[in-house]
């Protein structure tokens, strides 16, 4: 079956450490997305990618880094410069533009800053 | 001023009943909306999309857009326990993004 897949689920950091969320897709989707959610504030974007080789900023982006060497995959470094890294991270796809079809989203990952 | 903005609610309303969600829009080249619902700890499902001036149906979902009131909303008829959930409206102002507002909980009492 088609879809993305987010990986871990649930991942724990310590001050200081950087670590990577994974996010992979096999809709043959061009645009990919990062957004994060707190309680209460929706969903802010980080990143985004319409091509390989190629991402923008979003609203969000210190403290982050992404990389698209492959149109299947767009995986997001939360880095120790991040300050407030505990929140629900989604990534979501496209085909092409959003405009017709909006995004399919993976099912999230969980991070908490222990 | 945020770009899409809904109210947060909670929205509650009886088993049975019709569920009115509102969002409001600043950017007017904003072309297409799309509703998502979401339940708490999952991820956003869309549940309708809707592009031209009007109504669109599709079973209990309606998604109705004026454009000139820079206005969207969805009814749910038949309301049930089911529905309950936070629903996010979302619109293509930035063109190659989608921009949500922070989404209306909804609560379907028995």
């Known amino acids: 079956d088609g879809g993305i897949t987010q990986s871990p689920k649930y991942l724990f950091r310590k001050e200081g450490q950087n670590v990577t969320l994974s996010c992979e897709q096999n809709?043959?989707?061009?645009?990919m997305y990062w957004y994060r959610q707190d309680p209460g504030q929706g969903l802010r974007l980080i990143y985004y990618s319409q091509i390989v080789n190629d991402f923008q900023k979003g609203d969000i982006a210190e403290g982050y880094s992404v990389s698209r060497e492959k149109k299947e995959s767009f995986p997001l470094t939360v880095t120790s410069a991040q300050k407030n890294p505990t929140a629900f991270y989604l990534c979501?796809?496209?085909?092409?533009?959003?405009?017709?079809?909006?995004?399919?989203f993976g099912s999230g990952t969980r991070l908490t800053v222990v | 001023q945020k770009e899409v903005e809904q109210n947060s609610g909670p929205l509650s309303v009886p088993e049975g009943a019709i569920a009115s969600l509102n969002c409001t829009y600043s950017d007017r080249g904003s072309q297409s909306f799309f509703w998502y619902r979401q339940y708490s700890g999952k991820s956003p499902e869309l549940i309708m999309f809707i592009y031209s001036n009007g109504d669109k149906e599709d079973g209990r979902f309606t998604a109705q857009l004026n454009k000139a009131s820079q206005y969207v909303s969805l009814l749910i008829r038949d309301s049930q326990p089911s529905d309950s959930a936070t629903y996010l409206c979302a619109g293509t102002g930035g063109g190659n993004k989608l921009t949500f507002g922070t989404g209306t909980q909804l609560k379907v009492e028995l």
């Open positions: 809709l043959n989707h061009d645009a």
């Open positions: 979501a796809s496209s085909f092409g533009q959003p405009t017709n079809y909006g995004y399919t």
